[in-house]
């Protein structure tokens, strides 16, 4: 798979913004 550098960059905001919601969801189950 050949990504060019903007679609890239595309792919590494929307996987770390999905990180980022589950770690939130995650952590307010458990507060």
């Known amino acids: 798979m050949k990504l060019s550098p903007m ?3 595309k792919l590494m905001i929307f996987t770390a913004a999905e990180v980022a919601r ?10």
Request: without cysteine; hydrophobic residues 15%.
């Open 22 to 31: 589950r770690r939130r969801e995650r952590g307010l189950k458990l507060n």
């Open 7 to 9: 679609e890239q960059e």
